[in-house]
């Protein structure tokens, strides 16, 4: 017999509820990394209770994001081949699209009267990478974050684009980036959040040094 629909909706919205709290985490460390590792670059003082309160902060307004709207945003890339971060309901989607699929695995192998753990292992095993590799990508953008938010906290305002090689698979486009100098707010900096980029912004300091 199958299980009734409202206990598999309270078991998705357990799974949803842990996910949250995963990548709620996630984000705290990654935005006080980000924090700590621009105030390395600038060679200035640590100052944790600042850093501490802004990653507070901004961990808050993330979680609320996905409490309340079960996404977050993402980085896609444009017709014009630049990224940009767009909000996408990904945590929702991911929950329906595996509820739906167990669901149907389930009624199937009732009908049929057989066992559906084959089946079940091949969702979950997917469903697990798919998770590890959001919280992979939320935490590396967060981290991005938390390395911009200090930067312009100390009056920063542009970067330089730093290409790491050398690479197996290296992004042409962004080897060609190498060098160039631009403004924070420039869409161009989403590019970091892609999966596998280990390119760096290296902050162009204010003359006189960061206030």
Excluded at 59 to 65: A, E, G, K, P
Excluded at 110 to 130: C, I, S
Excluded at 168 to 185: I, K, N, S
């Amino acid at each position: 017999m199958a299980p009734p629909p409202d206990s598999i909706d309270k078991a998705y919205q357990i799974l949803k509820a842990s996910y949250i709290d995963t990548l709620t985490n996630n984000a705290a460390d990654a935005l006080i990394a980000g924090e700590v590792r621009a105030s390395n670059l600038l060679r200035i003082p640590l100052n944790f209770n600042l850093i501490n309160s802004r990653a507070v902060s901004a961990t808050l307004d993330y979680r609320q994001t996905l409490e309340r709207f079960g996404g977050s945003d993402v980085t896609e890339i444009g017709e014009d081949g630049v990224g940009r971060r767009v909000f996408k309901p990904w945590l929702n989607d991911m929950i329906q699209s595996d509820k739906e699929r167990v669901g149907q695995i389930v009624q199937d192998a009732v009908k049929q009267g057989t066992l559906p753990e084959k089946a079940l292992e091949e969702v979950f095993a997917n469903q697990e990478h798919n998770a590890a590799l959001t919280a992979y990508q939320e935490t590396k953008a967060l981290y991005n974050k938390g390395t911009f938010d200090r930067f312009s906290h100390e009056s920063v305002q542009q970067a330089t684009w730093k290409h790491m090689d050398p690479q197996a698979d290296p992004r042409e486009d962004h080897q060609a980036l190498d060098g160039q100098v631009f403004d924070l707010d420039d869409p161009v900096w989403a590019e970091l959040d892609l999966p596998n980029c280990h390119c760096r912004a290296i902050p162009v300091l204010p003359v006189g040094g960061p206030e």
